[in-house]
């Protein structure tokens, strides 16, 4: 293979179907190393007073932990208050806390509580 050139998608040499090449050692280091993020679905009623407040700084070096994170503040209802500020119901979910403790980012953010329910 000294004369083809190398196929990538998302980080891991591809054949020319698309399938991922198995035949060095390196690649597999790449693909067991992937973290797949588990979802969580919110369990707030829509109308639920959003008296949390949710600032996080996930380092660029962890951009798909951060995107995930993001993605599920949306689905627990938060609104993005500036980039790395939201506000959403409380209390978070016991499993999403120790899931994000288990993944490396319950150090990352830190939560207060409003006195106030925020308001659009």
Do not use: C
Not at 11 to 35: A, T, W, Y
Not at 81 to 105: C, E, M, N
């Amino acid at each position: 293979m000294s004369g083809r050139k190398k196929i990538y998608y998302k980080g891991v040499s591809v054949n020319l179907f698309g399938l991922p090449n198995f035949d060095n050692h390196k690649n597999k280091e790449n693909i067991s190393k992937r973290l797949y993020l588990n979802s969580f679905v919110s369990q707030f009623k829509k109308d639920a007073p959003k008296n949390l407040l949710l600032m996080y700084d996930i380092p660029h070096t962890r951009k798909k932990e951060r995107d995930w994170f993001r993605r599920q503040l949306k689905n627990f209802d938060f609104v993005m208050i500036q980039k790395s500020v939201w506000v959403g119901p409380s209390p978070l979910p016991a499993d999403f806390v120790a899931y994000l403790k288990r993944i490396g980012l319950k150090k990352e953010f830190k939560t207060f509580k409003l006195a106030k329910s925020y308001v659009n």
